[in-house]
């Protein structure tokens, strides 16, 4: 499931245009808030999932307490999971079972499950795991600078 080409993961960037992100946190340091925001600032609508932020405003969005309390009129075609592997499975379930233009699953960096991905798999849905779409987006599109080569390390600057 974390074998994708380039073209494969270019086409998914392109094609997608709202983005579930499962996890997201308000904080602006930390790794799932960097991530939605970028996504944003490059044209897809970030739908914020987290149960502990639910009913406020994130990034211009109201945060949802899970993927089933999002709204049927937003067209989530990609859920991009920022939780430990053991959560994986419910929220890809939950995933495949309310949100009926769901195209992919996206897995963070570290994040693996591949009895759930196999499932996801198995429904048609493109299931990318411990992979990151900011870094993807970077680097497919030229925007990855010299500082996000081989450094080893991850930051929260832009």
């Not at 759930?116 to 599109?141: D, H, M, T, W």
Request: contains cysteine; hydrophobic residues 45%.
């Amino acid at each position: 499931m974390t074998a994708h080409s380039d073209d494969d993961l270019h086409r998914i960037l392109t094609t997608t245009r709202v983005i579930a992100v499962v996890g997201v946190s308000p904080n602006p340091v930390r790794p799932s808030f960097f991530v939605a925001r970028y996504l944003g600032l490059r044209g897809y609508r970030v739908i914020p999932v987290n149960p502990g932020q639910a009913g406020t405003v994130l990034l211009g969005e109201t945060v949802y307490s899970d993927l089933g309390a999002i709204p049927k009129d937003i067209p989530v075609d990609m859920v991009d999971i920022f939780r430990r592997p053991d959560a994986v499975p419910a929220i890809v379930d939950e995933a495949m079972a309310v949100l009926p233009r769901l195209r992919t699953i996206w897995m963070q960096i570290g994040v693996s499950h591949p009895q759930a991905a196999a499932r996801a798999a198995a429904a048609g849905i493109s299931v990318v795991e411990n992979r990151c779409p900011k870094i993807e987006y970077q680097r497919l599109f030229g925007e990855l600078r010299m500082g996000g080569f081989a450094t080893g390390v991850i930051s929260s600057r832009l």
